[in-house]
């Protein structure tokens, strides 16, 4: 079990609808961190932007980027997540992929389907909650969308780590500092939030404003708005623990079923 879990969050621009540019824009990033890292994040539809053209970037479980990430957990011993457009039986989905050194993947269909542009209309929604046990941590990796919805995060697994990979847009960017720090405080997790910023081929903008939250709501990254960047964050367990043995606002979680 690892009492510290060192967290790289990438912060970038994506190439829009280029699976390939992307996976050579982040193989750079991921080559240029230094040093032991545990875990690197990306963002939602890394390899596309958040587009509703799924026939055009879509790929399988046997794909390039799946083996891409495969090599490149491989090559960095560290386990790496972000969602991209996956086919399967006909469907096309925003597909969250945990995948670790081992070459293990874990897989997390988004829950939520973002309405307001009709992504409900192209993919299918998920309907199992992920939680994930790695290096003896609790991850729970939900995409964008999902952090509107408190219960579908909500922590009766004790999870230790809320994460949430996004294309959360410029406009509507204080509701994403506002609720993923509202998370960390409710579910008494670190929650990490990684962003894109740029503009899109539907000429949406993204500020960035990726961060990580410990516990008690406070703020332990510092990205630029509106700029690239990559940041290594590490996370204690020591920290969770020592606030939950002491405050213990988990043990008074109301008791009730999600129908889906």
Known sequence: MEKELKVALIQANLVWENPQKNREQFTEKIEQISGSINLIILPEMFTSGFT????????????????????????????????????????????????????????????????????????????????????????CPLICY??????WARNTEDYEVLIYVANWPKPRVT??????????????????????VGVDGVNSEYSGHSAVYDVLGNQLSNFEPHEEGTQIITLEKRHVEAYRNKLKFLNDRDAFSIHL
Request: with cysteine.
């Open 52 to 139: 509703m053209n799924a026939e055009k970037v879509a790929e399988t479980m046997g794909g390039e980027t799946i083996t891409w990430l495969k090599d490149m957990a491989a090559k960095k011993d560290a386990a790496i997540v972000g969602s991209l457009v996956i086919t399967e039986a006909g469907k096309y989905y925003n597909r969250l992929v945990f995948v670790e050194p081992s070459g293990k993947i874990t897989i997390y269909n988004k829950r939520h389907a973002f309405t307001l542009v009709g992504e409900e209309k192209t993919y299918t929604a998920g309907n199992e909650k992920l939680i994930i046990d790695y290096l003896g941590w609790k991850i």
């Open 146 to 151: 999902d952090l509107r919805f408190p219960v």
């Open 175 to 196: 509701a994403w500092d506002t609720l993923l720090k509202a998370r960390a405080i409710e579910n008494m997790s670190y929650c990490i939030g990684v962003n894109r």
